[in-house]
């Protein structure tokens, strides 16, 4: 049973730092990854996503890599703002078509 | 850039009332899901819908839920008999390879 999990499950850091957050899954049989967004109360917005062909996906200051064999996923945060705060989460889309969830990142970016 | 829409955006119910919440997916896509999240939780996934049929359901869709997609556009998901536990915010997603999800619908039930 596939299984996903994000590590840390909050993060604080000052403005403008870079940093990375994880995403772990149990079986590599996997179409792709998403990395969303949610903020409080608020709907998930998706991110990026990467096929289980891709390595990396980037958009603006945000990139995605996937390292399917290990079951492995990071989300790379470039200069870091305030706007940035927010719950991540990652999903994989496994082998029955099924997204499975992470439990989130929850990242507060102090000013 | 195209968009899942739900609606309403919040409901307040009863306990024991029928419920209906809103969704349409974006058109072009072929899957269909409803998920929950109750506050402070963890997403959970209650349905998927295929081919105009369900394809997976999680333990949470029980006799209480069901799914339709009745004309075409519109994918609905109703609660037949509202408790309080079923208190929490409630996405649709559709998607081809990419899953778009809604702003979602929070419903209280008092």
């Known amino acids: 049973k596939q299984e996903v999990t994000q590590i840390p499950a909050a993060l604080s850091v000052p403005e403008g730092e870079n940093l990375v957050l994880n995403c772990s899954f149990t079986?590599?049989?996997?179409?792709?990854l998403q990395w969303f967004r949610q903020d409080p109360g608020k709907g998930l917005t998706s991110l990026l996503l990467?096929?289980?062909s891709q390595r990396e996906q980037t958009s603006g200051r945000l990139n995605a890599s996937l390292d399917k064999s290990s079951g492995r996923s990071t989300l790379y945060i470039a200069a870091s703002q305030p706007g940035d705060s927010a719950t991540y989460l990652c999903a994989v889309l496994d082998s029955n078509y099924q997204l499975i969830w992470g439990a989130g990142t929850k990242l507060i970016i102090k000013p | 850039e195209p968009e899942v829409t739900q609606t309403p955006s919040h409901q307040v119910t009863q306990m024991g009332q029928e419920v209906i919440l809103r969704c349409v997916p974006i058109?072009?896509?072929?899957?269909f899901y409803w998920y929950r999240q109750i506050l402070g939780q963890k997403v959970e996934f209650l349905v998927s819908f295929y081919n105009n049929e369900i394809s997976e359901k999680s333990e949470i869709f029980d006799d209480q839920f069901s799914v339709e997609r009745p004309d075409g556009s519109n994918f609905t998901l109703k609660i037949r008999s509202t408790k309080l536990e079923d208190s929490a915010m409630y996405f649709c997603?559709?998607?081809?390879?990419?899953?778009?999800f809604g702003q979602g619908t929070r419903l209280t039930v008092v």
């Open positions: 079986d590599s049989a996997i179409y792709n």
């Open positions: 997603a559709s998607r081809e390879l990419e899953a778009f």
């Open positions: 058109s072009n896509h072929l899957y």
């Open positions: 990467i096929q289980s």
